[in-house]
């Protein structure tokens, strides 16, 4: 069973709808025990990301996506969520993330060309590092996905299977054994986007 895990700031409709075409058993749950109990972990969003930490936090969610990730429980963030893996964010001050990926999450803004378009909305072009993550494996060079973000992740090479050009190379995903994480909707990136999470379904948990 798939959890998708809901804290209250996302819109879960579309990603439940791809994971059951492809004919995954997927729930829909804010329960600590429903997440302990699946075999895969997704974690979506949208809106602030201080908003977002204080409610995982404040409900003591935070704890239990940490803990089942370092149990080797596969988990994928998306967008917001992808966001929240890593160990801070600048957006309006200073928030605590999850920590399961070390890096930051900075703004755009004076970093991109001032010509373009803050947020980055729509479809743009994957550039891979060469750093092997399950989830991609059948995703090519220049594959297009879609994105809707005004942050990325920084201080985070180790980590990164994939960058995009918005004027500069930003972070479009990461991986660090069993997490990974797609600035970009792969629920909103047609066939492409279907097989990435097809392949992330399939993936084994660590031990």
């Keep these: ?87 801070r964010s600048f957006e309006y001050g200073e928030h605590k993330g999850l920590g399961l990926i070390p890096g930051s999450v900075v703004t755009m803004e004076g970093v991109v060309d001032p010509d373009l378009k803050i947020p980055q909305i729509g479809w743009n072009a994957l550039h891979f590092t060469g750093r092997s993550c399950p989830a991609f494996r059948e995703t090519n060079e220049g594959d297009h996905v879609y994105f809707v973000h005004t942050y990325y992740a920084t201080d985070c090479d180790a980590y990164t299977v994939a960058t995009t050009e918005y004027s500069k190379e930003l972070t479009a995903a990461v991986c660090r054994d069993n997490v990974v994480g797609c600035q970009f909707h792969p629920e909103k990136s047609g066939p492409i986007g279907l097989t990435i999470l097809r392949n992330f379904c399939e993936t084994e948990a660590a031990r």
């Design 1 to 87: 069973m798939i959890a998708i895990i809901d804290y209250g700031m996302g819109n879960l409709f579309s990603l439940s709808s791809s994971l059951k075409s492809l004919g995954q058993d997927v729930l829909i749950t804010s329960d600590p025990a429903d997440i302990r109990a699946a075999d895969k972990l997704f974690l979506p969003g949208v809106g602030a990301f201080g908003d977002a930490s204080d409610r995982l936090y404040r409900t003591g969610l935070a704890d239990v996506i940490i803990g089942e990730a370092n149990a080797g429980k596969p988990l994928m963030g998306i967008c917001l969520g992808h966001q929240l893996l890593f160990e």
